[in-house]
């Protein structure tokens, strides 16, 4: 889940896992990218039912941020209420995501690819919305 926080630009808290869980930030002028990776310590990035682990993350309020996530399996409650986001991408295979918009941004856009997966996406009463859907 990723939740708001004001003391660190990025914090995460991990339980239960045996998953290794790394984080590279990467400088490119005015902009920082930051990649929150898991990877299995034995079997490399593929996971079974039984492996999954419960990732809390705080993103701090200040910068706006583009969100990407690939997973395979899983289930994702993102609130971004007070955050600043301007894209969020999400990847995933069957999973469900639920995420909540705060309008703190004037554009989100927000791109989907799934397979069998349940998305909820919460914004503000006053906000304006344009949906597009494609199966294949």
């Not at 799934?114 to 919460?122: D, F, R």
Request: aromatic share 8%.
């Amino acid at each position: 889940s990723i939740e708001s926080g004001n003391e660190k630009l990025f914090e995460s808290k991990i339980k239960e896992t045996i998953s290794r869980y790394y984080l590279k930030k990467t400088d490119n002028d005015s902009t920082v990218q930051l990649s929150f990776n898991s990877k299995n310590k034995k079997t490399g990035f593929n996971f079974k039912d039984t492996e999954f682990s419960d990732v809390k993350i705080k993103l701090h309020t200040q910068p706006i941020w583009d969100v990407n996530l690939n997973m395979g399996a899983g289930k994702v409650n993102f609130d971004f209420s007070n955050n600043k986001i301007n894209t969020i991408n999400l990847k995933g295979g069957a999973a469900d995501f639920n995420i909540k918009l705060g309008g703190l941004s004037s554009q989100v856009n927000l791109n989907a690819e799934t397979g069998i997966a349940k998305v909820s996406i919460e914004i503000p009463e006053n906000a304006a919305c344009e949906i597009r859907t494609s199966t294949g």
